[in-house]
């Protein structure tokens, strides 16, 4: 054996780094097994370069309609390249963040792809060689990736994924999206916003199904007239493939087609679990039927000192879930915490405009469920400071249980959504009720104020409605 490790952990993203460093911060030697960038596909071709895209998207509508700000602008356009080019620089900026955080935490970064021989003990497989290392505790933390289907293949050209659309040369006149998750809906709204012409389409009936239906409807109109064309309850077939290019049929549930020629075809449906070449099989760790690994509360699988977190270990596929599993796991190897993760209370966030943010039931769970409710709803359009700013779009619906008070769910359509779902997540983790939310004094003019007033709204007192 050429090292011996306290915590060794299989990848780096935003699971693996954060439960490298807690490690070393409880006093382990720790090691990370990474085979591509530190940071993983969040950080590199994930989470922070869309954002950045984005980013570059809402800034050029903001320069389109300088005017009604009384701001003269002229003509504005967009330099694709150029665009494209400062995602990928903010994403190695972020890179090299994590890289610095191994250092500053003495944490060994071991490059290769890693393969449990069994408890305990790791290979490593590198462009030098192989190296055999063993480690107290190993933790997964190896993500997922896009699923793939046979009658959309991925080839790099016309068919794509989000890996391949971070890499875009070019900008595509026209532009299927298939799937309309946060991974599709993002990408619809950063394209069209340059002026592609854009069509989604979602076998379910609503955009972004898992969230609360009211606020899908209303990112829905918001897209209709930002020019987006959005085919729900639809299917997709391909009549045509070629380079450079697919010509496609749209089905609706009636089998009416809608034909279209498009540059590309973006799949975004779904992720497969980054389970497989990691010896688990024969380590003796479970699996489930679709490749998660299976674990208890404490993020331990079937093999005792083995660990999975993240997109790995299923549910909610979100990098801040993976980054609280990383401080659970970490935490039962230290022996310091017996706390779980309530995944009921994972906030889930979109970042199109406007926003969708959302935390806990939606209406339909609560009405499935037989639970009594009271429901609280403010519009930016009665908010001084969305007026202020520009942007109306949207609201803040707060949903309480009729019994007791307390917080069951809360979704944000909105301009910074996003944003605001923090204080709401707090809330529903101190277990507030109505009262204790609208009597926080919320400083005016802001977009906050939308949550107390829907607060108070959710019992027939806001005073602005």
């Keep these: ?34 085979k591509a ?38 003509d504005v356009s967009v330099d694709f390249a150029k665009v494209m080019d400062r995602s990928r620089d903010v994403a190695k900026q972020n890179s090299n963040g994590v890289q610095f955080l191994m250092k500053k935490h003495k944490v060994e970064v071991l ?6 021989l069994a408890r305990g003990m790791v290979e490593i497989a590198s462009e030098t060689g192989r190296q055999t290392v063993k480690a107290a505790n190993i933790i ?16 790099g050209e016309t068919f794509i994924t989000y890996r391949q659309t971070l890499a875009l040369k070019e900008q595509p006149k026209k532009l299927l999206v298939i799937g309309a998750g946060a991974i599709g ?62 010509k496609v049929k749209i089905l609706d549930a009636q089998k009416q087609a809608t034909e279209l020629t498009v540059d590309k075809v973006l799949v975004a449906v779904g992720m497969t679990p980054n389970s497989k070449d990691l010896g688990l099989d024969g380590a003796g760790v479970k699996t489930d039927e679709r ?3 299976k674990v208890n509360e404490h993020l331990e699988t079937s093999v005792k000192g083995i660990y999975a977190i993240g997109d790995v270990a299923g549910k909610q596929l979100l990098a801040h879930k993976a980054s609280a599993e990383a401080e659970v796991a ?25 926003q969708v943010a959302s935390v806990g039931l939606t209406e339909k769970v609560c009405k499935e469920k037989n639970i009594a409710v009271k429901i609280g709803r403010f519009p930016f359009s009665a908010s001084g400071k969305a007026r202020a700013i ?68 959710s019992h027939g007192m806001s005073p602005h409605l």
């Design 390 to 457: 520009g942007h109306t779009e949207g609201l803040v619906k707060l949903i309480f249980g009729a019994k007791y008070g307390e917080l069951l769910g809360a979704h944000i359509l909105g301009s910074e959504a996003t944003e605001l779902l923090a204080e709401l997540g707090l809330a529903m983790k101190l277990e507030a009720t109505y009262e204790e939310v609208m009597h926080t004094v919320h400083a005016h003019p802001t977009l906050s104020e939308a949550v107390m007033e829907a607060a108070m709204d």
């Design 140 to 155: 997964i933390a190896t993500g997922a990736s896009p699923r793939q289907f046979p009658q959309y293949p991925i080839d």
């Design 291 to 293: 490749g998660f690994i």
């Design 185 to 246: 809906v993002e990408f619809a709204y950063f394209f069209n916003s340059l002026g592609t012409e854009v069509h989604v389409v979602e076998m379910l009936p609503q955009l972004l199904p898992i969230e609360d239906e009211e606020i899908s409807k209303g990112l829905l109109t918001s897209f209709k007239k930002q020019g987006i064309h959005c085919h729900l309850s639809c299917s997709v077939e391909v009549s045509a493939q070629k380079s450079g290019g697919a």
């Design 330 to 354: 970490v935490a039962h190897i230290l022996g310091k915490g017996g706390h779980g993760l309530d995944y009921g209370q994972i906030p889930g966030c979109t970042y199109c405009q406007p």
């Design 37 to 74: 960038e530190l940071g993983g596909i969040c950080l590199n071709w994930g989470c922070i370069p869309t954002k950045a895209l984005l980013k570059s998207a809402e800034v050029f509508k903001e320069a389109k309609h300088a005017a009604s700000y009384g701001v003269n602008t002229g």
């Design 111 to 116: 490059k290769g792809q890693a393969k449990i």
């Design 1 to 34: 054996m050429e090292n011996a490790y306290d915590i060794l952990v299989i990848g780096s993203g935003p699971g693996g780094y954060v439960a490298a460093i807690k490690g070393a911060q409880g006093g382990k030697k720790v090691a990370v097994v990474e």
